[in-house]
């Protein structure tokens, strides 16, 4: 199979995972304008086209010539190359094309491997409950992605006999999940259609071929992108072409560094081909030999809306990196969250930990968590501390001390646009606590059920920063006020027989 390339465009956490869909195209139908058709758009000046038909040709045969030699050996790509059922195909693809949105190659590798062996068919993806998907998914984020998934997965099977949607179109149209590059992706790779795709590490290529330095992330760019990559797409091995394209923009013509030298379509790139008239510029002129003028305009058309803006013009210090350009990310929204390790002896004295479940929706939907309550912001430690008492305690409906919370410090995960800091504490019990059921569901987890559970990779680092503390606590010599492992004061198992009472460590006297 041909090698999926990982995308470092827009949206990325970091170069090498499939870059998010383009604005706007992430959604089904969401290229499509509403109203009355707007007039056609002037076609671009041709300093940012491809209207020479020999040079498509010879770079479709450099990419692919260059993608038959280099592309690396993937899991998906040997799964799609061997599958000869065309629905067990694009389905391969189409988990892949899912996982590696805003996700690295190297960390989806482990993920897609586990989640084909356990659902190698839709049928069997869609027999799998949510907190199966969410527990398998656990640590890959934007958990919606692996409910997406699944949901469409039933649809095919309850709606569609099984059988996958064989062109791009249908396949955005009727999957839920599928946006226009994923239907692209899974069609092209697939079923063969000659239909280009547009990620990140493709509007990063397209970008600096053909000197495109208006913001990547505007309809207008973003449609001329689409018909860039449609235009170009080999219509004899569109799967490949595709995937050559990203895999260059994820290893050759990376954001920062880009690996010029050894690109194979060097001889076409108009970044790269400004950047050496400038060279020569400055190498003659250093000589003191009259030196061809340079291309100080970048099409020579005035108020062109695929150049930089006049007010961000080329910057010889940049070079190719000069493309693409982006409009400034808006700052993620700061939350600040207070959560609560709950732990107690289990029986054999393991340690336990009580996890809760999210609601249905929203961030993290389903996906299990310590108890945790959001907070306003510059809210003071002691109010902070009190509050997470009063919300632990209406929640278990016993009375909670303040003053017993133990604050372990402050643990940061960024998600796409909140920065999250959860201020954690923890709170030893010596028996068991039923909560009510009308309230989330819960359980106490051991520290492997913990982390084979569908919890979040922010929960981890907060059980991390938990058990942190408590190695500090138990290191001889620095004032250990227990050991690992050991009992705390006063805490009972909660084996049949010896369960002690909650309400000692729950309970209490005095005012926090
Ligand atoms: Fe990218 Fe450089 Fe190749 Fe141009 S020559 S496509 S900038 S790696």
New binding site residues.
């Given amino acids: 199979m041909s090698q999926l390339r990982a995308a470092a465009g827009r949206g990325l956490r970091r170069s090498g995972g499939r870059a998010a869909p383009p604005a706007g195209q992430s959604r089904k139908g969401a290229s499509s304008r509403g109203g009355a058709p707007a007039p056609a758009p002037a076609p671009p000046p041709a300093q940012h086209l491809f209207s020479d038909p020999a040079e498509i040709e010879a770079l479709r045969g450099n990419l692919l010539a260059w993608y038959d030699k280099c592309k690396r050996d993937l899991p998906w790509r040997t799964l799609a190359a061997a599958e000869t059922d065309a629905n067990r195909r694009a389905y391969a693809v189409w988990v892949s094309e899912i996982m590696l949105q805003q996700t690295q190659v190297a960390t989806v590798i482990d993920y897609y491997n586990r989640w084909m062996q356990k659902w190698p068919t839709l049928q069997a993806l869609a027999q799998a409950s949510l907190e199966e998907v969410n527990e398998l998914w656990a640590g890959l984020g934007y958990y919606s992605r692996g409910k997406r998934l699944q949901e469409a997965a039933r649809k095919v099977v309850s709606q569609l006999a099984g059988r996958m949607p064989r062109t791009a179109e249908d396949l955005q149209k009727l999957l839920p999940g599928v946006g226009r590059y994923t239907a692209g992706a899974i069609a092209s790779i697939s079923y063969g259609q000659a239909t280009g795709v547009v990620d990140g590490n493709v509007i ?2 397209l970008c ?2 053909r000197c495109i330095g208006a913001d990547s992330s505007s309809p207008a760019v973003i449609d001329r992108l689409w018909d860039m990559a449609n235009a170009l797409v080999d219509r004899s091995r569109p799967g490949d072409f595709n995937q050559a394209l990203m895999e ?1 923009g994820a290893t ?2 990376v954001p920062k560094a ?3 030298g ?5 001889q ?2 108009r ?2 081909s400004r950047v050496e008239k400038e060279l020569a510029f400055a190498s003659q002129k250093l000589f003191g030999k009259p030196a061809p003028v340079p291309d100080v305009e970048d099409c020579g058309v005035g108020g062109c809306p695929l150049c930089p803006p006049a007010t961000e013009p080329w910057d010889s210090s940049l070079g ?1 990196t000069n ?1 693409p350009r982006k409009a400034a990310k808006k700052q993620p929204r700061a939350v600040r969250t207070a959560t609560c390790v709950l732990e107690r002896r289990g029986c054999h004295g393991a340690l336990e930990y009580l996890i809760v479940q999210r609601p249905s929706s929203g961030l993290l939907a389903g996906l299990w968590e310590f108890p945790s309550l959001t907070l306003a912001q510059d809210l003071q430690e002691e109010k902070q501390r009190k509050a997470l008492a009063d919300h632990l305690q209406a929640w278990t409906g016993r009375p909670v001390a303040a003053r017993n919370l133990r604050l372990i410090g402050e643990v940061v995960h960024i998600f796409s646009h909140i920065h999250q800091t959860y201020v954690v504490y923890s709170l030893p019990l010596d028996g068991d606590m039923t909560l009510d059921p009308a309230l989330s569901p819960s359980r106490w987890v051991t520290e492997e059920e913990f982390h084979a559970s569908a919890v979040s990779t922010a929960m981890k680092k907060v059980l991390k920063a938990h058990e942190k503390q408590r190695g500090k606590e138990s290191s001889p010599g620095k004032g250990s006020k227990r050991k690992r492992g050991a009992k705390t004061e006063g805490a009972g198992s909660t084996c049949p027989g010896t369960q002690l009472s909650l309400r000692a460590f729950l309970q209490a006297p005095t005012a926090p």
């Avoid at 050894?262 to 060097?266: H, R």
């Fill in positions: 990063r290529v600096r071929l260059l050759v013509c880009p690996l010029c050894e690109c194979p379509v060097k076409h790139c970044a790269r190719v493309f």
